[in-house]
């Protein structure tokens, strides 16, 4: 066995065992905020998991793979933060708060 094949080793077996909690996090989290950083850091060690296949087999066919994961990722994170805040449009509330602020007599 090969250094190399030792260290992916070893980092297959920390990505399992940090998978156990964040699972747990993800199922019983209390909130939606914390499911949804659990699901980040799950999606992220995706990520990694798929990069130590990548070196281990010494293919590159999973890079647009990461390209995507990546992808959905962040647009997962940016979806749940704009949900969980309540507002879909952030110029509206721009507007809207100069608009209040105007007609408390703050805005000066």
Do not use: K
Request: with cysteine; aromatic share 2%.
């Amino acid at each position: 066995m090969s250094a190399l094949e030792v260290l992916l080793a070893a980092a297959a077996v920390l990505l399992g065992v940090a998978l156990v909690p964040l699972l747990t996090r993800l199922t019983i989290g209390p909130t939606i905020l914390d499911r949804s950083v659990a699901l980040d850091v799950v999606m992220a060690l995706t990520i990694v998991a798929v990069c130590l296949v990548t070196v281990a087999t010494g293919e590159v066919y999973a890079l647009p793979v990461l390209l995507a994961l990546s992808t959905a990722g962040f647009v997962g994170a940016v979806s749940i933060a704009r949900f969980a805040s309540g507002s879909d449009d952030v110029d509206g509330e721009d507007a809207e708060r100069e608009a209040r602020d105007e007609t408390r007599g703050e805005g000066r």
